[in-house]
């Protein structure tokens, strides 16, 4: 059974920074594309961050250069650094994962596992 746990989320000041973690579980981690996405009141869930299998990563205009997605197949955990951060940035932050993971996709209901989600929180 997968299992995908997030953590790190809470709350920030505008142009503070926060780590999220993703700890997987129940599947084979080093060839899955794992993503990051979240979702604010009213919004459609958007991605903010995917890494492939091979490290490849895809980030939308939005937060490319505040957001770093990274990943250690050793661990089956990947990270979201979020720099800079602004309050529309406030939403709940999903992990995902998603086989065939040699490719980015950025529609998230092309991806099979979730987490729980975690909450972030930036404040004006």
């Known amino acids: 059974q997968v299992q995908l746990v997030e953590s790190g989320g809470g709350l920030v000041q505008a142009g503070g920074s926060l780590r999220l973690s993703c700890a997987a579980s129940g599947l084979p981690f080093s060839s899955y594309l794992m993503g990051w996405f979240r979702q604010a009141p009213g919004k459609e869930r958007e991605l903010v961050a995917a890494i492939t299998s091979s490290g490849s990563t895809n980030y939308p205009d939005s937060v490319k250069g505040r957001f770093t997605i990274s990943r250690d197949n050793a661990k089956n955990t990947v990270w979201l650094q979020m720099n800079s951060l602004k309050p529309e940035d406030t939403a709940v932050y999903y992990c995902?994962?998603?086989?065939?993971?040699?490719?980015?996709?950025?529609?998230?209901?092309?991806?099979?596992?979730w987490g729980q989600g975690t909450q972030v929180t930036v404040s004006s």
């Open positions: 995902a994962a998603r086989d065939r993971g040699g490719k980015v996709v950025v529609n998230w209901r092309e991806y099979y596992s």
